[in-house]
């Protein structure tokens, strides 16, 4: 049975050029079980029309603020508080505006905020509009506030341009309220390791490197987006923590190391993403050294290896790995997933262009303990999260 069956769905079409995409939409959700209403806004009933939906929905469509059918009182307050998923499919640029700043000037945006049904959000626009700073603002603000988005595919646009802003097809965007509806990691209890770490020579200076956390952070929000619990163990790093996710902030190798016993009893699977420093200075300084004539000698002493230590009380934790390497790839990410007795390790090379340190995208291969590997083509961070935690999944519920 279909996790859609006997579910509300609220439908709310804008009006982009993709807004009859939303007819099939509509039809997959009726034929999977649910119960949809549509809501069409002014612009959307340019290019689509109610007949349309009420014939695939055998339903009435709603246009209007003050239409109130009369089985329904105040039928915007009745809609929003039934619904189980408020799906805007497509939603323009002016939309994701509108419900950003929280505006509710129609049917739609009213319903908004209105529900405290979740929202599942598939923009299509011109690209210009998608990759304007404003339109990604008004997405961050959204999914800060619990909004998900089924981000738009890359193709040629109605207006001839070629470029992301796409709908993105309806198996996506049913496969996301899906998800939405029965969160797939719902129940793991998920520890990321993040960002670099710190190891002071004295007040003012000390060891690091640049990473940036991002590989991390992207972990740990679309774990806590798929319904996992994530507590998030980071260095120091310039980024905003996810929204829902429980943040520990260290600064050397020893505190994280700390950080992570003090919680590993309490999870299910550790992810390490962090690049610790390898060595930390063997005395600091007290307060700022001063600068002289002569040379100065830093005498370097080997930091604990986080996730070897998790690695030898393993029990039944599932843990993945990060290798960042510049020279022999596979040969060295096998022998650290061996070394540190993981389940599963991602190989990095950090010396290819779009890979790495402070990048937003990724080129990895993941590498399995039973041997299975698979190279993934150049994605975003956020993407190798995706197909990072669906991995996971796997090995956390094999069944499942
Ligand atoms: N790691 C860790 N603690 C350390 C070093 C690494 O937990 N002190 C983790 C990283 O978070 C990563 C994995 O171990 O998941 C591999 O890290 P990497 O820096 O690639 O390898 P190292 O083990 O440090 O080996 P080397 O620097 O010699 O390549």
């Not at 020579?201 to 774990?223: C, F, L, Q, T, W």
């Not at 830093?298 to 510049?326: C, M, Q, S, W, Y």
Request: hydrophobic share 45%; net charge negative; proline share 5%.
């Amino acid at each position: 049975m279909s996790v859609l069956e006997g579910k509300h769905i609220l439908l709310g079409v804008t009006g982009s050029i993709a807004a009859y995409k939303a007819a099939d939409i509509a039809s997959k959700l009726t034929q999977a079980g649910a119960e949809v209403d549509v809501v069409l806004t002014e612009h959307a009933r340019r290019f689509i029309t109610e007949v349309t939906f009420r014939a695939i929905t055998r339903r009435p469509v709603l246009t209007d603020l003050f239409d109130e059918p009369e089985e329904r009182q105040i039928a915007h307050i009745h809609l929003a508080k039934r619904a189980d998923v408020l799906l805007i499919a497509p939603a323009t640029a002016n939309v994701l505006a509108k419900l950003a700043v929280g505006i509710a000037d129609d049917l739609l945006t009213t319903l908004a905020l209105a529900t405290q049904a979740k929202m599942v959000i598939a923009p299509a626009m011109n690209t210009a509009m998608w990759q304007h700073p404003a339109t990604q603002h008004n997405v961050k603000v959204l999914e800060g506030r619990g909004a998900t988005f089924v981000y738009p595919a890359e193709g040629m646009l109605a207006c001839g341009d070629v470029g992301a802003g796409k709908l993105a097809d309806t198996s996506t965007i049913l496969a996301t309220v899906e998800a939405v509806l029965n969160p797939p990691l719902r129940g793991v209890r998920l520890l990321v390791t993040a960002g670099p770490t710190e190891e002071p020579i004295d007040a003012v200076r000390h060891i690091s490197n640049p990473s940036s956390g991002k590989m991390g952070y992207a972990i740990a929000e679309e774990a806590a987006r798929q319904g996992a619990r994530v507590t998030l163990v980071t260095g120091p790093t310039l980024l905003e923590p996810p929204a829902g996710v429980r943040v520990i902030r260290v600064r050397t190798a020893q505190e994280m190391l700390n950080a992570c016993l003090q919680v590993y009893d309490e999870v299910d699977v550790v992810i390490a993403t962090a690049a610790v420093s390898d060595y930390r200075p063997a005395e600091v300084w007290q307060g700022k050294r001063k600068k002289g004539e002569e040379e100065w000698t830093i005498r370097l002493v080997p930091n604990p290896d986080i996730l070897h230590t998790l690695g030898e009380r393993k029990g039944k934790h599932v843990l993945v790995g990060f290798a960042a390497e510049t020279q022999e790839l596979l040969h060295n990410a096998q022998a650290k997933l061996r070394e540190k007795n993981l389940d599963m390790i991602v190989a990095n090379d950090v010396s290819q262009e779009g890979s790495g340190f402070r990048s937003d995208t990724n080129r990895v291969t993941f590498l399995w303990a039973d041997g299975r590997q698979e190279s993934l083509p150049l994605m975003t961070k956020r993407e190798v999260a995706h197909r990072l935690l669906d991995a996971v999944r796997e090995l956390v519920l094999p069944s499942g």
